[in-house]
């Protein structure tokens, strides 16, 4: 409780309302949370308008121009997209791990090597050169999704055997990662001294929006690429999974009160290593649909950090997978129209300002502010 | 009575003190006196007071009424470092150290001298002295968390000593110790009483008091059913006695039921606590159907760990349980729930509830994967709604709607959800670990029917619990446990001899130590 009265000299004036801080004795209303999400995107957007504004520039026009070059033309929404499908896959894969309260911020490295995986299946090769591109599509993805598990299932062994913090060992295992894919791109798939290995041949590509620009030319140019099919489709599967389930009941009874699961007749441990496994399987995924769809090679920069916005990107969709899409492009946005306005800074802070910020609404989540008239005592 | 000692000194003397907490008066004009160099043992049941008294004396609870004097001068501590200025120091079952730092660390810890550099090895020695002193063997070095629980006692007493302590209050301090390392403390003590200290010993256990304290005072539920008397004048059974008292017992309607066959058999149980301790002891007891048997004992003595073995949340290293002919030890929790083994735990919020999801979704914890509920991987929401809107009927929990989240509902809800899910699997067997614990009246009664209507069709119940008058009024039998060992099996309400049994003495040896 806090009481806020401003004290001034005759005739006594008094700061005329109280506000009160009191916990939530009911269920929040179902609107609060999206408001809070959203509240927390505004203030952040207001924020870096103030610093744009302080560095003397005009964030009118920062803000126009990065919503006209990320929303503005099919051409630019499609690239959007093209920034969004990673998000979207990482984002699922935090949101399915959060839920449980397993804290995976492995999503990096569980990226890296689903990207790993993918090229494997071009480099090795897994298949042959001519092979048709519906046999791509599935076996790299599929190659991708094991090697992303993989990562995630070692890290969610540790924990249910060892008791291992995975906040630890998934973020170390983030530059394993990265290191065993340098490793080889400097090495084994290094194309004649290059640190990225050779392109892949077209048929592995998976399709984008522009391979149909042929039948409709409307299409042409659009670089959206299959992934999004990936993604969409992975996050509906999990929104279903997660609300209407047997296994999401008991992922959320384990999130919740894990001693009340393990008294339900739950077993914890093998919960924390499959979840721990879809989740390192759908960052493998975004990593394989990166690659396969926009990189079409192996290379050290395949991620600006996708892993560690895929935290965020969960918590601004507050866990849930069919709102993850939203957040995703949104953050797509920021990503591709951000550099726009500057490489890095204000786009990364402003990225950061609504990680902070949603932390701080979870507050009003909690509690109830009550702003009351003072009465004359 | 003599009083050749009453011209000793008087150290503290705390004259009808009353401390309320909302719903219960913890302490009932209570008197307390202590003298010098003395050993004075302050013995009741859980919940009587004792802790609340001390904590008074200790400057952490202010009491509504009542006198305080320390070496004759009137005090009323606001916070425990006034006490422990004015020479009081408590020690508290649960030790307040840092694990990564130095015995000499810890002790120094929160006092203004050293003041900037720490000046280790001086300091090392000056509490190797003291330890010395008091024969409290403790490396200063050694880093707590390398030490065992009785060394770590050893800190805390000497944290006390260090400030200055002469009365020390030990709250339970056998309670985490191992045998040899109880007579130990026992030797520490005396040592203090030797060289002047004064010592309040709370315990609950009735030989331990009779070894080590020169008086003893017996608090029962918040007042003092004997004050200061002689330990070497009174005999266990009259303790005993005090502790427990005899009241009118409050019968609930209990109707007859035919006893059928045995369903809970358990043979030898042992098990280990959560520090690793051996808390089971070869506990053998059984319970038959139609028959609400009461297992009794103070706090800790292992009925918690008896109740996880028994459902499988906790494991057996010895021994068997079996249900109905069916051996569930150490079996997958599920596997107990379908052959109807039903838990009500202690911890309502902890273990019985998820806080944060719904009513219909905390009622469906234990049938979520069972047709019509589950639909193949699915949960069927409405089949699970009207599971939940029919519970809520029928056991008229109060709450605004079914998609309330339980952490907002009170505690008599809360359990009435508890039962109400426990209660609808029809299970064969059903243990109830301190149902009723923090009810109202009311709730408390609906609690009891609900138990006794499980006893009429047929159930089998264990009722572990620590209010003797319910044990006694809804069980058909009671057993006594006593540090993880099943002292006897009492089927007359004898409440005396429960009493007894409850501080350590095995039916067997009853009446056979002599009447004083």
Same mark, same amino acid.
């Given at each position: 409780m806090a009481d806020i009265s401003v004290k001034e000299s005759a005739p006594k004036w008094k700061f005329p309302f109280k506000i009160k801080i009191e916990n939530r004795v009911d269920n929040p209303p179902r609107w609060l949370s999206p408001v809070l999400s959203l509240a927390a995107v505004v203030i952040a957007l207001l924020i870096g308008a103030l610093v744009i504004w302080i560095a003397g520039g005009d964030p009118w026009a920062a803000y126009t121009h990065i919503a006209k070059y990320s929303l503005g033309s099919w051409g630019v929404l499609s690239d959007t997209?093209?920034?969004?499908?990673?998000?979207?896959?990482?984002?699922?894969?935090?949101?399915?791990?959060?839920?449980?309260?397993?804290?995976?911020?492995?999503?990096?490295?569980?990226?890296?090597?689903?990207?790993?995986?993918?090229?494997?299946?071009?480099?090795?090769?897994?298949?042959?050169?001519?092979?048709?591109?519906w046999q791509f599509i599935l076996v790299s993805a599929g190659f991708g999704m094991f090697f992303g598990a993989l990562w995630g299932f070692v890290p969610g062994f540790l924990k249910a055997r060892y008791n291992v913090n995975e906040i630890i060992s998934?973020?170390?295992?983030?530059?394993?990662?990265?290191?065993?894919?340098?490793?080889?791109?400097?090495?084994?798939?290094?194309?004649?001294?290059?640190?990225?290995?050779?392109?892949?041949?077209?048929?592995?590509?998976?399709?984008?929006?522009?391979?149909?620009?042929?039948?409709?030319?409307?299409?042409?140019?659009?670089?959206?690429?299959?992934?999004?099919?990936?993604?969409?489709?992975?996050?509906?599967?999990?929104?279903?999974?997660?609300?209407?389930?047997?296994?999401?009941?008991?992922i959320r009874l384990i999130g919740d009160n894990p001693r009340a699961a393990e008294y339900a007749g739950i077993s914890i441990k093998k919960n924390i290593v499959l979840?721990?496994?879809?989740?390192?399987?759908?960052?493998?995924?975004?990593?394989?649909?990166?690659?396969?769809?926009?990189?079409?090679?192996?290379?050290?920069?395949?991620?600006?950090?996708?892993?560690?916005?895929?935290?965020?990107?969960?918590?601004?969709?507050?866990?849930?997978?069919?709102?993850?899409?939203?957040?995703?492009?949104?953050?797509?946005?920021?990503?591709?129209a951000g550099r726009e306005v500057q490489p890095s800074g204000i786009p990364t802070l402003i990225q950061g300002l609504i990680m902070v910020f949603l932390i701080a609404s979870d507050f009003f989540y909690r509690n109830r502010v009550r702003i009351t008239r003072k009465v004359e005592d | 009575m003599d009083?050749?000692?009453?011209?000793?000194?008087?150290?503290?003397?705390?004259?009808?003190?009353?401390?309320?907490?909302?719903?219960?008066?913890?302490?009932?004009?209570?008197?307390?006196?202590?003298?010098?160099?003395?050993?004075?043992? &302050?013995?009741?049941?859980?919940?009587? =007071? @004792? $802790?609340?008294?001390?904590?008074?004396?200790?400057?952490?609870?202010?009491? !509504?009424?009542?006198?305080?004097t320390v070496h004759g001068k009137p005090a009323n501590f606001g916070s425990p470092r006034e006490a422990i200025e004015a020479g009081i120091g408590m020690v508290h079952q649960h030790f307040m150290l840092v694990p990564s730092q130095s015995v000499t660390e810890n002790i120094l810890l929160g006092l203004d001298e050293p003041?900037?550099?720490?000046?280790?090895?001086?300091?090392?020695?000056?509490?190797?002295?003291?330890?010395?002193?008091?024969?409290?063997?403790?490396?200063?070095?050694?880093k707590v968390w390398q030490l065992s629980v009785g060394e770590q006692q050893r800190v805390e007493i000497l944290k006390m000593l260090y400030r200055g302590a002469d009365v020390l209050i030990m709250d339970?301090?056998?309670?985490?110790?191992?045998?040899?390392?109880?007579?130990?403390?026992?030797?520490? &003590?005396?040592?203090?009483?030797?060289? =002047? @200290? $004064?010592?309040?010993?709370?315990?609950?256990?009735?030989?331990?008091?009779? !070894?080590i304290s020169d008086r003893v005072t017996v608090l029962q539920k918040g007042k003092v059913t004997s004050s200061g008397l002689y330990t070497k004048d009174v005999s266990r059974a009259d303790l005993a006695h005090l502790m427990v008292g005899r009241e009118v017992v409050f019968r609930v309607e209990k109707k007859e039921v035919q006893v059928g066959d045995v369903v809970l058999d358990v043979k030898g149980l042992e098990a280990l606590n959560d520090k690793g301790i051996k808390s089971l002891n070869g506990v053998s007891i059984n319970v038959r159907e139609g028959e609400i048997v009461g297992l009794a004992g103070v706090a800790g003595n292992g009925q918690n760990e008896l109740a996880e073995a028994l459902v499988g949340l906790r494991e057996a290293i010895e021994g068997s349980v079996t249900v109905n002919d069916q051996d569930v030890t150490n079996k997958p929790v599920k596997l107990g729930i379908r052959h109807g083994i039903s838990l009500i735990p202690a911890d309502r919020a902890k273990v019985g509830t998820a806080p944060n999801l719904s009513v219909t979704e905390n009622v469906i914890m234990k049938n979520y994967d069972q047709k019509p509920i589950a639909n193949g991987w699915r949960v069927n929401k409405k089949e699970a709604g009207k599971y939940a809107t029919g519970l809520k009927?029928?056991?008229?929990?109060?709450?605004?709607?079914?998609?309330?989240?339980?952490?907002?509902?009170?505690?008599?809800?809360?359990?009435?959800?508890?039962?109400?899910?426990?209660?609808?699997?029809?299970?064969?067997?059903?243990?109830?670990?301190?149902?009723?614990?923090?009810?109202?009246?009311?709730?408390?009664?609906?609690?009891?029917?609900?138990?006794?209507?499980?006893?009429?069709?047929?159930?089998?119940?264990?009722?572990?619990?620590?209010?003797?008058?319910?044990?006694?009024?809804?069980?058909?039998?009671?057993?006594?446990?006593?540090?993880?060992e099943i002292m006897g099996e009492i089927d007359d309400g004898d409440i005396d001899k429960i009493g007894q049994m409850m501080t350590g003495t095995p039916l067997e040896q009853i009446g056979k130590e002599g009447v004083n």
């Open positions: 997209m093209v920034k969004a499908i990673p998000l979207m896959l990482v984002g699922l894969a935090c949101s399915i791990a959060f839920r449980m309260k397993l804290w995976n911020i492995g999503a990096e490295g569980q990226f890296f090597l689903g990207a790993f995986g993918a090229s494997m299946v071009v480099l090795l090769p897994v298949l042959p050169m001519e092979a048709p591109k998934t973020l170390m295992m983030n530059y394993i990662a990265i290191e065993w894919n340098n490793y080889f791109i400097y090495g084994v798939w290094s194309e004649s001294g290059f640190q990225m290995s050779r392109m892949f041949q077209r048929n592995a590509w998976l399709p984008r929006l522009s391979d149909l620009a042929k039948r409709w030319p409307f299409f042409g140019g659009l670089t959206t690429h299959f992934g999004i099919v990936f993604a969409v489709v992975a996050a509906l599967i999990l929104w279903w999974v997660l609300s209407k389930s047997r296994w999401g009941y008991e979840v721990m496994i879809v989740s390192g399987a759908l960052a493998g995924l975004a990593g394989a649909s990166e690659i396969m769809g926009v990189v079409h090679r192996l290379q050290g920069a395949i991620s600006p950090g996708y892993g560690y916005t895929g935290i965020i990107i969960a918590w601004l969709a507050k866990l849930n997978p069919l709102a993850v899409i939203l957040a995703s492009i949104l953050f797509g946005a920021l990503i591709l | 009083i050749e000692k009453s011209t000793d000194e008087l150290v503290v003397q705390m004259q009808s003190i009353t401390k309320k907490f909302p719903g219960v008066v913890a302490n009932d004009q209570v008197d307390f006196e202590l003298r010098k160099g003395e050993v004075h043992a &302050l013995l009741g049941e859980n919940g009587a =007071g @004792k $802790s609340t008294l001390m904590n008074v004396l200790a400057g952490l609870y202010k009491a !509504e009424s009542g006198s305080i003041r900037f550099r720490m000046r280790l090895t001086e300091y090392n020695h000056r509490v190797a002295e003291m330890a010395d002193k008091y024969g409290l063997h403790v490396d200063p070095d050694a339970e301090p056998t309670a985490v110790l191992a045998p040899s390392e109880i007579d130990e403390l026992f030797n520490t &003590l005396r040592s203090m009483t030797d060289q =002047g @200290k $004064s010592i309040v010993f709370i315990s609950h256990k009735l030989h331990e008091v009779m !070894e009927e029928a056991y008229d929990i109060i709450v605004p709607t079914i998609d309330t989240s339980v952490r907002l509902l009170s505690g008599g809800n809360l359990q009435k959800v508890i039962l109400a899910r426990e209660i609808s699997s029809e299970p064969k067997f059903m243990v109830a670990v301190q149902p009723t614990r923090g009810l109202d009246v009311g709730a408390i009664e609906g609690v009891q029917k609900l138990l006794l209507s499980q006893r009429e069709s047929g159930a089998a119940v264990l009722l572990i619990s620590e209010e003797l008058e319910e044990l006694l009024s809804l069980s058909d039998r009671i057993y006594v446990i006593y540090e993880g």
